[in-house]
């Protein structure tokens, strides 16, 4: 018996451990491959109109790079390595235009923190009103107040993000001027928004990316379909005949195949991450990737791409973690 337990264990491990290094050969080929097309375009660009990316070793781009040619190629490819080294580490080279002579890595990785925050709260706000409107739809449905709630979650997440981004700038601060007229408040200290970073601002913002841009009604499709499967009458009446946990046996068909679909979304969270934080000028790297692509700070620019496929892939690779563990089928041996 315990040698059957013991098997079972090393076969578990090893398949994590295959999961895990597929994911990481195939997330460290994405962030090379993108990074190095950003760099060629951004080198590739005329030199009047994009600063020279200083990097640590304050290395300079030798005559290879005036004179052209294969000269131009190679050095290009130098600088591109040491670069890369660099953002190994976290150091991404020195900012020319934002904050002139400021290591790049400065200026991002507080940028970082401030979309991290931002991107999970946004996330999580969307995840719960999915599930739960699924929920409520696969239990509920035949009542027409849920059938209400669905029509809304289609309306509400049709509306593009910088549209609920101006409403809430230009309505809120109206609303707010209003208020404090009538003597109903004292305006908050982050009034008028745009303005720095508050509680009130950010919570605005993360509901904004929640909900705009389809991402909430997509979700709540998905997850809906997924619930539809796991309750299915037939698989139901296996459940009570084996005398299984309901709640758990629907967990297990659900979550692995829920975690799919919010894995993927991510990528369209931080599309719409850059245009909130630009819009409402919250300090997250979306914001200044946007700053630096404005001001040609390939340095800032191109280490912010960077961080945002990392926190793509990092984020997406725990949901397929996640997944993993929670489905048998996708284990080896399984």
Same mark, same amino acid.
């Given at each position: 018996?315990?040698?059957?337990?013991?098997?079972?264990?090393?076969?578990?491990?090893?398949?994590?451990?295959?999961?895990?290094?597929?994911?990481?050969?195939? %997330?460290? /080929?994405?962030?090379?491959? %993108?990074?190095?097309?950003?760099?060629?375009?951004?080198?590739?660009?005329?030199?009047?109109?994009?600063?020279?990316?200083?990097?640590?070793?304050?290395?300079?781009?030798?005559?290879?790079?005036?004179?052209?040619?294969?000269?131009?190629?190679?050095?290009?490819?130098?600088?591109? =390595?040491?670069?890369?080294?660099?953002?190994?580490?976290?150091?991404?080279?020195?900012?020319?235009?934002?904050?002139?002579?400021?290591?790049?890595?400065?200026?991002?990785?507080?940028?970082?923190?401030?979309?991290?925050?931002?991107?999970?709260?946004?996330?999580?706000?969307?995840?719960?009103?999915?599930?739960?409107?699924? =929920? %409520? +739809?696969?239990?509920?449905?035949? =009542?027409? &107040?849920?059938?209400?709630?669905?029509?809304?979650?289609? &309306?509400?997440?049709?509306?593009?993000?910088?549209?609920?981004?101006?409403?809430?700038?230009?309505?809120?601060?109206?609303?707010?001027? %209003?208020?404090?007229?009538?003597?109903?408040?004292?305006?908050?200290?982050?009034?008028?928004?745009?303005?720095?970073?508050?509680?009130?601002?950010?919570?605005?913002?993360?509901?904004?990316?929640?909900?705009?841009?389809?991402?909430?009604?997509?979700?709540?499709? +998905?997850?809906?379909?997924? /619930?539809?499967?796991?309750?299915?009458?037939?698989?139901?009446?296996?459940?009570?005949?084996?005398?299984?946990? /309901?709640? *758990?046996?629907?967990?297990?068909?659900?979550?692995?195949?829920?975690?799919?679909?919010?894995?993927?979304? &991510?990528?369209?969270?931080?599309?719409?991450?850059?245009?909130? *934080?630009?819009?409402?000028?919250?300090?997250?790297?979306?914001?200044?990737?946007?700053?630096?692509?404005?001001?040609?700070?390939?340095?800032?620019?191109?280490?912010?791409?960077? &961080?945002?496929?990392?926190?793509?892939?990092?984020?997406?690779?725990?949901?397929?973690?996640?997944?993993?563990?929670?489905?048998?089928? +996708?284990?080896?041996?399984?």
């Amino acid at each position: 018996m315990r040698t059957g337990r013991r098997s079972d264990a090393g076969r578990l491990l090893f398949g994590l451990l295959l999961f895990a290094g597929k994911e990481l050969v195939a %997330a460290l /080929l994405v962030l090379v491959g %993108a990074s190095l097309l950003l760099f060629a375009v951004l080198k590739a660009a005329p030199a009047d109109t994009v600063k020279t990316l200083r990097l640590q070793s304050e290395v300079a781009v030798t005559q290879g790079v005036e004179e052209g040619g294969s000269g131009f190629i190679i050095d290009s490819g130098k600088e591109y =390595l040491d670069w890369l080294g660099g953002a190994a580490t976290g150091r991404f080279g020195i900012s020319e235009s934002l904050q002139k002579g400021r290591h790049a890595s400065e200026l991002i990785w507080p940028a970082v923190a401030s979309s991290f925050s931002l991107l999970i709260m946004g996330l999580f706000i969307s995840v719960v009103f999915a599930l739960g409107a699924a =929920l %409520a +739809r696969n239990v509920f449905g035949h =009542l027409g &107040i849920v059938r209400l709630l669905s029509s809304t979650i289609g &309306i509400f997440s049709a509306i593009p993000v910088f549209l609920y981004v101006y409403g809430a700038v230009a309505g809120g601060n109206r609303l707010i001027a %209003a208020g404090a007229e009538a003597g109903w408040w004292t305006p908050p200290h982050w009034f008028p928004l745009p303005v720095e970073p508050a509680f009130a601002p950010w919570l605005i913002a993360a509901v904004i990316l929640a909900v705009g841009d389809g991402g909430l009604v997509d979700l709540f499709q +998905r997850f809906s379909g997924e /619930l539809r499967g796991a309750l299915k009458g037939e698989h139901l009446t296996g459940v009570r005949m084996l005398g299984l946990s /309901l709640p *758990e046996v629907v967990s297990r068909d659900f979550i692995p195949g829920a975690l799919s679909h919010i894995s993927r979304r &991510i990528s369209f969270f931080l599309g719409s991450l850059v245009v909130v *934080e630009s819009a409402l000028g919250w300090p997250g790297v979306g914001y200044l990737a946007w700053r630096a692509a404005a001001e040609r700070d390939m340095a800032v620019l191109l280490g912010a791409a960077f &961080i945002m496929s990392v926190l793509l892939k990092i984020v997406g690779m725990g949901c397929d973690l996640a997944g993993y563990m929670a489905d048998p089928r +996708r284990r080896v041996g399984g």
